[in-house]
C-alpha cells in the first residue's frame, strides 16, 4: 500500500504575549515565545509527516482567521480546528463566514477550563454544537478525565454531530493511574460519532522521565476502545516540546502502530484523518 507519510492531526501556532497565553506558566517558559509554521516544516521533514491539522489556542475570531490565512499560505496546513462563539446570537453567522473557507475542518472550545465541570451540557453550548453539522464540521472535545461522563452524555444527546476525543482525554499518566479514565473511555467509544486523537501523552506523564513503555498501557486503553478506523496521532507541538522532541513524540504512536496490518496503519497514519476530516 506505501503510506510511509503520515499526518498529525493536532498542532498549534502563536505570536505569544503573556496576556492572551497565560496557561503558559513557568515550568512551561520554554513556549514563551512565537511558533511558526516556519518552525515546524523542518520538523515534519525529518519525521516524515506530509500535512498537518492546526488547533486553535486562543478562543478569538481573529486567531482562527489568522490560522486560515496560515494554511492558505502553506499547502500542508491541510484542514484547520478554530474557535467560534458558540453561545453566540450570531453563531450562525459566524460559522456561515468562517466554513466559506475551504480549509476549515472543526471547532473546539477549551473546556476544560472552564470553572463548571458541567459545560458541556449547558443548553446555549449544545444548541451552538448542534449547529455544527449543517456546516460540516467536526467539534474537538478538550477535556480532562473527570470530564468524562459528562462527555458521554454529551455525545449522546448529539448523534449526528462527528468528535473528535483531544489527547485521550489527559488520563493521569504521571501517577501511573489508569481508573476510571480506561472505563469511561471504553463508555464514550461505544459512540460510533466520537474518535480518538492518540497526542498530548507526553504532557500528562512525567516529562523527564517518561517512556514508551510508561505510555503503553494508556495506548492499549484507546486502541481496544477505539480501533484502528477511528484513530489519529498528533503532535501537539509546540506544547510537546516541554517533554520532548517533535521526533519523539510523533514516533510514540509510529512505534506502536507497527504490530498492526498495513491496512490499519495506514488508517491510522493517514486515512481517518482524511476522512474525519475531510481533508483533501
Not at 516544516?41 to 525529518?46: A, G, Y
Not at 517512556?211 to 477511528?230: H, I, K, M, N, S
Not at 520532548?244 to 509510529?254: R, S
Request: proline share 4%.
Amino acid at each position: 500500500m506505501g503510506y510511509t507519510m503520515t499526518i498529525d492531526v493536532h498542532q498549534h501556532y502563536w505570536r505569544y504575549n503573556a496576556r492572551e497565553y497565560g496557561w503558559i506558566g513557568e515550568s512551561m517558559a520554554a513556549l514563551r515565545r512565537d511558533f511558526t509554521p516556519g518552525d515546524l516544516k523542518p520538523l515534519l521533514d525529518e519525521t516524515g509527516v506530509e500535512a498537518t491539522v492546526a488547533v486553535q489556542a486562543r478562543q478569538t475570531l481573529e486567531e482562527t482567521d489568522w490560522l486560515l490565512t496560515l494554511a492558505d499560505e502553506n499547502a500542508w496546513i491541510a484542514g484547520v480546528v478554530g474557535w467560534a462563539d458558540l453561545r453566540g446570537a450570531d453563531l450562525d453567522a459566524q460559522l456561515e463566514r468562517l466554513a466559506a473557507h475551504p480549509k476549515l475542518k472543526g471547532v473546539r472550545h477549551v473546556v476544560h477550563d472552564e470553572p463548571d465541570d458541567r459545560f458541556l451540557m449547558r443548553d446555549d453550548f449544545m444548541r451552538g454544537v448542534s449547529r455544527l453539522k449543517t456546516y460540516d464540521l467536526t467539534y474537538d472535545l478538550l477535556l480532562f478525565e473527570r470530564h468524562l461522563p459528562v462527555a458521554i452524555e454529551f455525545v449522546r444527546r448529539l448523534p449526528e454531530q462527528t468528535f473528535v476525543l483531544d489527547h485521550i482525554s489527559k488520563p493521569r499518566i504521571r501517577e501511573s493511574v489508569l481508573s476510571p479514565w480506561a472505563e469511561n473511555l471504553h463508555e464514550i467509544a461505544r459512540y460510533g460519532n466520537v474518535s480518538c486523537k492518540v497526542s498530548g501523552m507526553v504532557t500528562e506523564a512525567d516529562w523527564r522521565n517518561w517512556t514508551p513503555e510508561t505510555l503503553r498501557p494508556y495506548l492499549d486503553v484507546v486502541f481496544d476502545a477505539f480501533g484502528a478506523e477511528r484513530i489519529m496521532l498528533g503532535s501537539d507541538w509546540p506544547v510537546c516540546t516541554v517533554a520532548g522532541t517533535y521526533h519523539d513524540v510523533m514516533n510514540i504512536g509510529l512505534e506502536y502502530i507497527k504490530a498492526l496490518s498495513e491496512s490499519e496503519q495506514a488508517a491510522i497514519k493517514i486515512l481517518n484523518a482524511k476522512r474525519i476530516y475531510r481533508l483533501g
